[in-house]
């Protein structure tokens, strides 16, 4: 019986599949965990109801519904519309909490190995372009469902992203106040070979099959929803607005920007001008 159930949903996957304008969608919830011990100041402890009112302010930013439209090479992954919110600095969506959640739409052709993030930040849009190197999976035998699909689980040892907060850790010792930055991070996905593309959410990608799940580092990310074929045919095209730019520079201009900020919200604290805007 068990034959019998493979081999149908084998046939089903090479006529689903198979199609020239094969389109699929994916609703993915992200979440992000932080240590709200890291927000007391000169070592004092949070009470209980002041973490509980700092996990309500963070909440947006740490739990967020992305969707990805993807066919057979490409895709397009972005944060649902209808949850976005206005934030401070001009209208600008700069660095949050958590690898997947800076609010830009995120393109990756597979064949072509090209990869664009439309993004914005300080009011100025961006166009920041990343080299598609093959990921170093290494795969594993132990699976686990997710809804109805058999998922494979693989590891990948990553650089830690410098503009992702959460790869800040809380020294331990009194006599270094300096913050602690992860340089790695252990990133563990599972996919499905049910849905044979090598794609997944945010920058993910490379394995036989869709990724629906990602855990890296105190980020999260859930694949809650799978439609193939919808009626509704997304349009999946790589971004052309914004300041072409690789990913290297995007995150020094990007650290340049936040250091003056910080110079700047101390200045203010000794009685110093207030600084300028993005240039």
């Not at 209208?91 to 690898?99: A, E, K, Y």
């Not at 106040?177 to 959410?201: D, M, R």
Request: charged share 30%; aromatic share 10%.
């Amino acid at each position: 019986m068990k034959s019998l159930f493979t081999l149908i949903l084998t046939l089903v996957s090479i006529i689903t599949f198979g199609q020239k304008d094969f389109q699929g969608k994916a609703i993915y919830m992200s979440k992000t965990s932080v240590n709200l011990d890291n927000f007391a100041r000169g070592g004092e402890q949070l009470s209980e109801a002041r973490k509980k009112q700092l996990q309500e302010r963070m909440k947006s930013q740490l739990e967020k519904t992305f969707i990805l439209n993807f066919d057979k090479s490409s895709s397009l992954y972005k944060e649902d519309a209808k949850l976005e919110a206005p934030t401070a600095g001009g209208g600008g969506r700069g660095p949050r909490f958590g690898g997947f959640s800076s609010g830009g739409t995120k393109y990756k052709n597979t064949k072509e190995k090209k990869a664009l993030e439309s993004t914005e930040f300080f009011g100025k849009k961006f166009l920041i372009s990343d080299e598609m190197e093959q990921p170093q999976w290494e795969l594993g035998g132990e699976t686990k469902q997710i809804g109805s699909y058999l998922c494979y689980k693989a590891t990948l040892l990553k650089d830690a992203n410098p503009l992702d907060f959460s790869n800040f850790r809380r020294p331990n010792s009194e006599d270094n106040k300096e913050e602690k930055e992860v340089k790695q991070i252990l990133v563990t996905a599972w996919y499905t070979p049910q849905i044979p593309v090598s794609n997944g959410p945010g920058e993910y990608w490379g394995l036989p099959g869709l990724i629906l799940e990602i855990n890296e580092g105190t980020t999260t990310i859930l694949c809650t929803e799978i439609v193939l074929n919808p009626s509704e045919k997304a349009s999946i095209e790589a971004p052309s607005k914004g300041k072409k730019i690789t990913r290297e520079k995007y995150t020094k201009t990007v650290t340049k920007k936040m250091e003056e900020l910080r110079q700047n919200f101390q200045n203010r604290g000794r009685g110093g001008n207030r600084g300028g805007g993005f240039h």
